[in-house]
């Protein structure tokens, strides 16, 4: 929510030298990818991570961070067969049935009252509030980078539901990395909602929101580990 996949920009040469190809998708409706925000919905947002996967042309890892976890849940129920693993990065990870991110109720009440609601069917965040809540502990380069790549996050992206099962979304290994010092989604509910999926590994980061910015090489690390299983 609120980026465009320039956000990954740190974290893409560590993987490269970890052996991966890297594509950072950019969903429809966030900046540079137009779409009318009434027309976005958690489907469009799988529509959009299932085209690349396709275009891949064979299984991959699914890496969803933050909001990002309902999009991929939503893209591998659908078509599981594009991808080999998931990894959820601080991120929502819903139970099998039909569940939006606002039934979990794990944000914190900072993130909920820092969105500020547009008159186009957008919500934006400020770059003082992105930093306390997103990059707390990023250098000032890192943090500056998040707040110039911040976008609007249309509503529809957030509130619409995914329905997934065990039949499908169950069938794939899963990981989770979880931040410790995460100010938007909190620790205690990032452990919470571990209890809805089956993880085949949990792994912890002594950082915060976005461990892609403030410790890229330590993640990819992480993901080359997670990759491997």
């Not at 403030?214 to 080359?224: F, G, S, Y």
Request: proline share 6%.
């Amino acid at each position: 929510a609120f980026h465009t996949g320039k956000c990954w920009t740190f974290l893409e040469p560590h993987l490269r030298e970890r052996g991966f190809d890297v594509h950072a998708v950019t969903l429809g409706g966030h900046r540079g990818v137009p779409r009318n925000s009434s027309e976005v919905t958690m489907q469009t947002y799988g529509d959009d991570v299932i085209a690349c996967a396709e275009k891949i042309g064979r299984p991959c890892i699914l890496l969803g961070h933050s909001l990002g976890g309902m999009v991929i849940s939503e893209a591998a129920e659908r078509r599981p067969e594009l991808f080999c693993s998931l990894i959820y990065l601080a991120a929502f990870a819903p139970p099998f049935g039909t569940y939006s991110h606002t039934e979990l109720s794990v944000v914190t009440p900072e993130m909920m009252s820092a969105a500020q609601l547009k008159s186009d069917g957008t919500a934006f965040i400020s770059p003082e509030a992105a930093i306390q809540l997103f990059y707390n502990r990023g250098t000032s380069e890192q943090k500056s980078f998040g707040v110039e790549h911040l976008c609007p996050q249309p509503l529809g992206g957030t509130a619409n539901a995914v329905h997934t099962s065990a039949a499908r979304l169950g069938t794939l290994p899963k990981s989770y990395v979880e931040c410790t010092d995460d100010r938007a989604i909190p620790i205690t509910s990032q452990r919470e909602m571990q209890k809805n999926m089956k993880f085949f590994a949990v792994w912890t980061l002594d950082s915060d929101h976005s461990p892609f910015l403030c410790m890229p090489a330590e993640l990819a690390d992480v993901i080359a580990i997670l990759g491997a299983c």
